[in-house]
């Protein structure tokens, strides 16, 4: 049983330009967070996202953040016009329903140029 | 809003030695969990403490709920160079798993 999978591990982007996240939850696991951890920081809660659903959002910046996680297919996590604030591990996490264990991925690291 | 403060920040210690690293918090949380996440990768969690004034042991490991579910620390008996890393503990309110992480105490253990 293959672990959260995340993709790509290392992402550079220039000012102004998009991310894109992706995030496979473990098999059997339905629900999908996604984290944002800055340098010698603890990880910060960003969005909850069930299978076409958005949960609680409430971790997410109001512009240029949206997260998915469609029926088919990875969750991802879209930062447009990226600036460089948004450099940091971005994590994602999945669980099966009804549990309080969390399984992480690898982690995306962000770098904006 | 929740904050889980953790100290020390950075510990180094040789190899043998005990410690205790802390985590407090003024919220009550329904249940805390602690994380090991070593560079370039995700947390990977430890355990799960839920009742307060639990202890729970995980080999030489010992994690303590706080009676009022404020504050938790971890005990490490005899430490060894690969429990290096950065341990972080995370407090869960509410019915899902939207965490509140500390900041982490950054351990370093010499051989």
């Known amino acids: 049983n293959a672990g959260v999978m995340q993709n790509p591990r290392h992402l550079v982007r220039r000012r102004g330009q998009e991310a894109r996240l992706r995030c496979s939850p473990m098999k059997g696991h339905s629900h999908v967070y996604w984290y944002r951890q800055l340098p010698e920081e603890g990880l910060k809660f960003m969005v909850y996202?069930?299978?076409?659903?958005?949960?609680?959002e409430s971790g997410m910046p109001k512009e240029r953040f949206s997260a998915e996680f469609p029926k088919e297919g990875p969750s991802i996590l879209r930062i447009q016009q990226v600036v460089r604030g948004d450099s940091a591990a971005y994590f994602c996490a999945s669980s099966p329903p009804d549990s309080e264990k969390l399984f992480f991925g690898s982690g995306t690291q962000l770098s904006v140029l | 809003t929740q904050l889980l403060e953790q100290s020390p920040q950075f510990l180094s210690i040789q190899e043998g030695e005990n410690l205790t690293v802390y985590c407090n918090s003024s919220s009550v949380f329904s249940s805390l969990q602690w994380y090991r996440q070593e560079p370039g990768e995700g947390p990977v969690l430890l355990v799960t403490?839920?009742?307060?004034?639990e202890v729970k042991k995980l080999k030489r490991l010992t994690f303590q709920f706080g009676d009022a579910r404020k504050d938790s620390s971890l005990h490490i008996t005899a430490a060894q160079p690969g429990d290096t890393g950065l341990y972080l503990c995370?407090?869960?309110?509410?019915?899902?798993?939207?965490?509140?992480f500390g900041a982490g105490t950054r351990l370093a253990v010499h051989p």
């Open positions: 996202l069930q299978k076409e659903n958005i949960i609680d």
């Open positions: 995370a407090g869960v309110s509410g019915g899902y798993n939207k965490l509140i």
């Open positions: 403490v839920v009742t307060g004034g």
